[in-house]
């Protein structure tokens, strides 16, 4: 092979999918995806406590095997093309460190303990201290540090995490340089970083996560955290001041990395970022188009050119950043905790009898992957009744508009009728009424919306599903082609980082995949959608009335 490749990697809930990329147009050449066997194995998470964590070998292994077998798929020479290695992870997600930048979790003492891990986006142990920080910024007087991140600080969030985990343990606490998000740790081991103080920083994590901005000079000052609480004290100014977009270099690979996984020690690594924001940049994502990244939860995206943001501040979302998606672009971010989690947990809760199968337990695995698309089949076939069940999408808690990890879901309106697919569309429902609430937030706060785009997993695999939040919404929705968007866009990154384009735009334009489908709205449903969807708001509102009374 002689023409310029780029590694995307994907490191995503449960695994890291890893792509080789041709750099001059985008076609994938080799794609592999290898789980986390720790926690696969369910390993350092406590469910009951709202506890995920992920141990950093996890992250090494599965990597480093990924790109063995990226690697091994494609044709001969495909090693000596790669220029550049793109980093994705999921977020919040941060970890301890020592003063070499190691996470505690790879060192003697630790190797066991969850607090010493990485702490997954989705754990939320740490409501408390996330309405602390809520409530001091409310007193503060002066400054608004909460402005550009909603208004409203979550628990999934960098600085909530952190006080959570050193309240709690206090080995760690005392162990502790540190901190940093996954997206900021991998590029810097890759790299050879051994220093926290040379970790370069992103941008979309600092901006989205830890109240980072320029306007008061970077993170909140010294006094405010050690306010809140004096086991903070310090930790600031270990932390950083300056951050990076996904478009410049972190580095080239170290000769111990090189050497592992047989690249040449040319090969740039980009500043990483979270996924969804690069899944939207794979997706092609342009202004005032929400890009969906629809999962497990769904992470919402949108562009708005900054001579053209002016003084927008959007209340209730994951925050506003330049520079988080496309440089030159402020990037919003809102999202819902559980999306495809709500399908899953109905499946589940179906195929609990399927636990005794005791002729030939194999017909479990057999069974289970095919009810979702029957229930999807009926659910299709049935009629939108402004007067049946309604739910609440709230199964993981509310991420946007305005967090509140302590609220969850509920269902009204059932009988006796009430079937397997009746409940299935009704949960369907509640996720695309949820999504509904994002873009009517964006709209009452002065953003328009002129279409959706569609991403991920659910996008790829349930057209029933997508149909629906096409007719909710009232607004078309494009489906992107690539099957792994989230990692195209890393690769992207990688080829701008490595100097081959000029701009994350540009890499878009001579590296995407367009799209594949695009759904629009059937105009017989939006009366009968709009009488649903202000019951699920009386709903919610019913339901949030009475978490604040208890």
Known sequence: MTKATVIGADFGTDSVRTVLIDAANGRIISAAVCDYPRWKAGRFCDPGRNQYRQHPLDYVESFTQSINQVLKQAPAGAAESVIGIGIDTTGSTPCALDQTGMPLALKPGFKENPNAMFILWKDHTAIQEAEEINAACSTENGTDYLKYVGGVYSSEWFWAKILHTIREDSSVREAAWSWAEHCDWMPALLTGVTAVRDIKRSRCAAGHKAIWHAEWGGLPPEFFWSGLDERLCGLRDKLYHTTLTANHSAGTLSKEWSKRLGLSPDVHVSVGAFDAHLGAVGAQIEPYHLCKVMGTSTCDILVVPMDEAKDILVRGICGQVDGSVLPGMLGLEAGQSSFGDVYAW????????????????????????????????????????????????????????????????????????????????????????????????????????????????????????????????????????????????????????????????????????????????DPDTREVYGRLYQRYRELGAFIELSVKDT
């Open 346 to 521: 109905f499946r589940d809760l179906l195929a609990f009898p399927l636990a005794f199968i005791k002729q030939d337990p194999s017909r479990e695995e057999d069974v289970i992957p095919r009810i979702l698309p029957a229930l999807s089949e009926q659910a299709a076939a049935l009629p939108v009744d402004p007067d049946g069940p309604v739910a609440v999408d709230w199964l993981n808690g509310r991420r946007t508009p305005d967090a509140n990890q302590r609220l969850k879901l509920g269902l009204t309106g059932l009988d006796l009728s009430s079937d397997a697919a009746k409940i299935y569309q009704t949960l369907v429902q509640a996720t695309a009424f949820g999504a509904k609430a994002i873009v009517d937030r964006f709209r009452d706060e002065g953003v328009p919306i002129h279409g959706i785009i569609g991403l991920g997993g659910v996008a790829k695999k349930n057209p029933f599903v997508l149909q629906t939040v096409c007719d909710v919404m009232g607004m078309p929705m494009r489906i992107a082609r690539a099957e792994q968007a989230v990692a195209l866009g890393s690769a992207m990154a990688a080829a701008t980082a490595a100097g081959l384009y000029g701009s994350m735009q540009e890499a878009q334009e001579k590296m995407g995949h367009g799209f594949e489908a695009t759904y629009t709205p």
